[in-house]
């Protein structure tokens, strides 16, 4: 499979805890977003790379909020001290250029407890 | 203020009916319009796309309707079928931007 993939599928946390999620692009995708999801609404962008720069941040991506792409292949995206209000979808997308489509991933549901 | 509007919220038609999902924007700097499948439990697929020099865009059993003027655009499903029941969103891309701007999205179902 070529897509983007992403793990966990599902991750159950208690609030409080720190989580991290893996997304693994399109190969050769210069281009890679996070957004997040909630129920009954469309995605909402969060936080995009171009290779391994982080060049946008949404202002949803509060301070407990990182994400990295060390070295422009797969990026990580880490809540600390979660909260009820973290739940959601978290879904990556990747794009070859700024101007191409997005592909998005299968997306990790986070519950927080 | 939602920048992307998007109605139905649900729509039930019948196997072999055409429902139609549409979509308003409000910034004219928008210049790349997508639609997304969706099924639960699964990431958004990009199902066809359009952009603002052309009306109208045809892929398999779904066309995409763009009226420049009334800032407008809709999905048709031609010969819909069960499969296609799913959540459907529309979304927008400022020409000077990346991230993409979705509408609350449209829960199809298609009775057989």
New interface residues.
């Given amino acids: 499979d070529t897509g ?1 993939s ?1 793990n966990p599928r599902h991750k159950i946390t208690k609030r409080g805890q720190n989580v991290t999620f893996r997304c693994d692009p399109i190969s050769e995708h210069n ?1 890679l ?1 996070w ?1 997040r999801q909630t129920l ?6 969060l936080t ?1 790379f171009q290779n391994e720069a982080q ?2 941040k ?1 202002r949803l991506l509060s301070d407990r909020f990182s994400a990295e792409r060390p070295k422009g292949s797969f990026s990580t995206l880490e809540i600390q001290r979660t909260e009820q209000g973290d739940s959601a979808m978290y ?1 990556c997308a990747s794009s070859r250029t ?2 191409n ?7 990790t ?1 986070l519950t927080v407890l | 203020q939602q920048q992307v509007k ?1 109605s139905p919220q649900s729509l039930i038609v019948q196997k072999g009916g055409i429902p139609i999902i549409n979509c308003a924007y409000e910034n004219t700097a928008f210049d ?1 319009f ?1 639609w ?1 499948q969706q099924f639960p ?6 199902l066809i ?1 359009i952009r603002p020099d052309v009306s109208e865009k045809k892929e398999g059993r779904f066309t995409i309707s763009f009226n420049k003027s009334a800032k407008q655009f809709s999905l048709h499903i031609m010969d819909s079928q069960p499969g296609d029941s799913a959540t459907y ?1 529309c ?1 927008a891309r400022h020409q000077a931007g ?8 449209t829960t199809l179902s298609v009775s057989s």
């Fill in positions: 983007v992403q281009r977003y957004y009954g609404q469309g995605p909402e962008f995009y060049l946008e949404s879904l700024a101007n489509e997005q592909f998005f991933g299968p997306g549901r | 998007q790349y997508p997304y439990g699964k990431g958004p697929a990009l796309a969103f979304a990346t991230a993409l701007i979705f509408g609350k999205g």
